[in-house]
């Protein structure tokens, strides 16, 4: 296995610098439970059960007992597709107190996903529900397990608890050694693996706890899927661990799951992908007669927020909006909890960090001395490389992690975003690849050719729509035969197309020979909504 470390100079400027401290997740744990002050709060809320810090440290000494009584040995692999409960953070820090390396899988991966990613992080085992939305993910475990090798052992959520042991000493983790593995949007199809350090991440966590305001009072709300980037660091669960604060989690985002636990819970921060602040401000908009007054901060990241919906939200939902851009490889912008409305309403906030660089750069990577550009950065809790050196082209010669995001930078250094280059289609904070659908697609008897492109929608953002050349004009494959069978290939339903067009041929390009991504963009452009002039009307 590889990792690509941080230029040696850089790496001594963030020790010198105190960004990255001699301290590892579970050293966290640890000194939470040991300090009389926090080790009785409650840490973690589910809907089944609650757990203090003491109970939490005990029974992460017993899980990783367990855990190593399987064989799961530090530096191995472990894949975890779990919902949001209290198994899920048992289960992460009892890999940490192991040293074994937890890789953050979603219940919503399927096998063209699952199959992929344990193949390229050589997971041992899979940690998994049995059954979880009325989806079979025993089955689907099974699937995996039978085409990836390295796999000894499938672990269903509801076995934790007798795998428990008495806790027995682990060699501990050094700081600046892997963690952990994340995983990218996934631009190529199947998601590339980011490689995180206990050094790095907890140097994220912790400034994102100043910029956040992040205390010991905090009762941090999780409606997303706990194992995605945002939830988990921006100040997420590890920020509200960190501080001593309650994580709470929700097995929906739903309003009329999540708002009750608002209002028992006390809950004080939550963060929400664009389509769900929408649907919680225009719940609020109607009127209920759930008690949500204790909500202070809602983040909204994942995707941009409109600038419409950004005006609405506090005033529907009495909170202060906190726009959130970043990325699972590194960097993580915020608006500020005390800037003017307009900075928060417009633009996706600032650097959290006095050592973040950034750049931007055109299409040939020539430096733009003002945007819009592609953005490019370093720092020191961005990635100078992905596991085993995948997709180098993501990186530049010099290391700095190329986004693929168009931005401006205002004069105060707030980023504006301005949309995404390459294939990729941001519906509603997940990152769909065009070219992936449409290898897919191809795959089908009706399907003489297609060209997948990103269609703007008001509540997602953007939604995918398929462009198809059929083989039989007279039979051309509809919108559900097309889904189904992408669906029984182990595609995400977030993966899927959301309508279908069908057309006797592709647009010209103008060259020689057809670019896809050409073709893509000139789609696109097609379905970009068009402000009609006053005597055209």
């Known amino acids: 296995m590889t990792f ?12 010198s610098e105190g960004l990255w401290c001699a301290e590892t997740f579970d050293d966290v744990l640890t000194a939470r439970a040991s300090d009389p002050s926090i080790a009785d709060r409650t840490a973690v809320v589910d809907v089944d059960r609650s757990c203090t810090y003491r109970e939490l440290d005990l029974r992460v000494g017993r899980l990783a007992a367990g855990f190593s009584a399987l064989g799961i040995e530090p530096g191995e692999r472990v894949l975890l597709q779990m919902p949001n409960a209290i198994e899920f953070v048992e289960t992460v820090f009892a890999l940490f107190r192991l040293g074994a390396l937890p890789v953050f899988g979603l219940p919503a991966h399927r096998e063209a996903e699952l199959v992929g990613i344990a193949r390229a992080a050589d997971v041992v085992a899979i940690v998994h529900p049995r059954v979880h939305d009325r989806f079979d993910h025993s089955a689907l475990a099974q699937t995996v397990a039978d085409q990836v090798d390295t796999v000894r052992r499938l672990i269903p959520i509801d076995t934790l608890e007798s795998l ?8 501990r983790s050094e700081p600046e050694s892997v963690a952990f593995l994340q995983l990218s949007g996934g631009s190529t199809g199947v998601p590339k693996l980011i490689p995180r350090t206990h050094a790095d991440y907890l140097y994220s966590v912790w400034r994102s706890n100043e910029v956040c305001g992040v205390s010991g009072d905090t009762v941090y709300l999780v409606v997303l899927p706990v194992a995605h980037n945002f939830p988990m660091s921006s100040p997420g669960i590890l920020g509200a661990l960190y501080a001593g604060g309650t994580v709470v989690l929700s097995p929906s985002p739903a309003p009329s799951a999540a708002w009750p636990l608002v209002e028992s819970e006390r809950a004080t921060m939550v963060g929400l992908v664009p389509p769900l602040a929408r649907l919680w401000t225009e719940t609020a908009e109607r009127g209920t007669t759930q008690d949500i007054s204790s ?3 809602i983040q909204v990241g994942g995707a941009r927020c409109p600038d419409e919906l950004a005006r609405r939200i506090g005033p529907a939902l009495g909170v202060t909006l906190q726009q959130v851009f970043g990325m699972a490889e590194g960097l993580v912008c915020y608006t500020r909890l005390d800037d003017p409305i307009d900075v928060v309403t417009r633009t996706q906030g600032r650097p959290m960090s006095p050592l973040d660089q950034l750049r931007l750069v055109d299409d040939d990577g020539a430096a733009v001395a003002e945007g819009p550009g592609f953005l490019e950065v370093q720092g020191p809790y961005t990635i100078r ?5 995948a997709a180098p082209a993501s990186f530049a010669p010099d290391g700095w992690y190329r986004t693929g995001d168009v931005v401006e930078i205002t004069d105060g250094g707030d980023l ?14 997940e990152k769909v690849s065009a070219e992936q659908l449409e290898e897919h697609l191809l795959e089908h008897p009706a399907v003489r050719d297609v060209i997948v492109v990103a269609v703007a ?4 953002g953007e939604r995918t729509c398929a462009y198809v050349i059929a083989v039989d004009s007279g039979e051309p494959p509809s919108l559900p035969m097309l889904r189904a069978f992408a669906r029984d290939r182990g595609l995400a339903d977030w993966k899927l197309p959301d309508s279908v067009v069908v057309v006797d041929g592709f647009p010209e390009t103008g060259v020689g020979k057809v670019s896809r ?21």
Do not use: F, M
Not at 5 to 12: F, G, I, V
Not at 164 to 171: L, V
């Open 295 to 297: 909500l202070e901060t």
């Open 457 to 460: 929608d008001e509540y997602l």
């Open 164 to 171: 428990h042991t008495d806790p027995c000493g682990h060699p």
């Open 416 to 429: 504006v975003v301005l949309g995404r280059g390459g294939d990729r289609i941001n519906r509603g904070g």
């Open 4 to 15: 690509t470390s941080w230029p040696s100079e850089l790496a001594e400027q963030y020790r």
């Open 517 to 537: 991504r050409r073709l893509r963009e000139i789609l696109t452009e097609q379905n970009k909504p068009r402000t009609v002039a006053a005597d055209e009307r």
């Open 385 to 389: 490389g992905y596991w085993n050196g």
